[in-house]
């Protein structure tokens, strides 16, 4: 079983929904929770960073960690066709390793 | 601010050769530096940290005399990767960690290897 999973889609949905992306993870000790978008042959980009368990929003971004149900979710309001990319869930463990899910390819449509 | 590069961006060579790949921060002295491997349609696999001055700390499975980590100043880490076979063919990306925010991992653009 892979620490964290992540469906990987693709997922595709039509300009102006609200898309909804999901990660579970099985270690307890992961406590920080990530984030991260990457275009197709780039590297991840820093979308959301959080710690404790609730909600957190930026602009059209809001990201949910449940810490009981060990699952993380990422809302995205007012879809564009420029967030089509991949979302990868990362989770902190330790000081420093990065646990990378498998990513999210979403597609939104024009 | 928080800027990573990496050069090349791609890279093709015979099977046999040594790859060598930078990765830099433009902006801001990286503390810690970590290469990753992605391969397609896959996540990304933590191959090595590595602090300046200091030998890298290598993933289980990783094979260090395969993959060389040199970290000799605080914005400039390289990977070379030796004598390179076709499945060491992958995405090779780095990040570093420095900086204002120094628990945010900053990532450069990768680099494609092709080993032919």
């Known amino acids: 079983q892979k620490e964290v999973e992540q469906d990987p889609g693709p997922l595709s949905v039509p300009e102006g929904a609200i898309v909804s992306l999901n990660c579970t993870y099985s270690n307890s000790a992961f406590q920080y929770f990530m984030w991260y978008r990457q275009y197709s042959r780039k590297g991840p980009e820093l979308l959301m960073y959080?710690?404790?368990?609730g909600n957190k929003e930026d602009g059209r971004f809001t990201a949910q960690v449940d810490k009981s149900s060990k699952y993380i979710s990422l809302f995205i309001r007012d879809s564009q066709p420029s967030d089509s990319a991949t979302y990868l869930c990362a989770m902190l463990q330790g000081a420093q390793k990065l646990v990378f899910g498998q990513g999210t390819r979403l597609t939104i449509n024009p | 601010g928080a800027v990573v590069s990496q050069h090349p961006s791609w890279v093709i060579c015979k099977s046999g050769t040594s790859v060598k790949i930078e990765c830099r921060s433009l902006d801001f002295q990286a503390t810690t530096m970590f290469w990753y491997r992605q391969f397609p349609k896959q996540s990304l696999m933590l191959m090595a940290t590595?602090?300046?001055?200091?030998?890298?700390?290598?993933e289980q499975g990783v094979e260090k005399d395969k993959f060389l980590i040199n970290h000799a100043s605080l914005t400039l880490s390289t990977l070379t990767v030796t004598s390179a076979h076709p499945e060491d063919s992958s995405f090779y990306i780095c990040s570093a960690r420095g900086g204002e925010a120094l628990d945010t991992q900053y990532f450069g653009p990768g680099t494609r290897l092709t080993v032919l």
């Open positions: 590595s602090n300046e001055g200091s030998k890298a700390t290598y």
């Open positions: 959080t710690y404790s368990s």
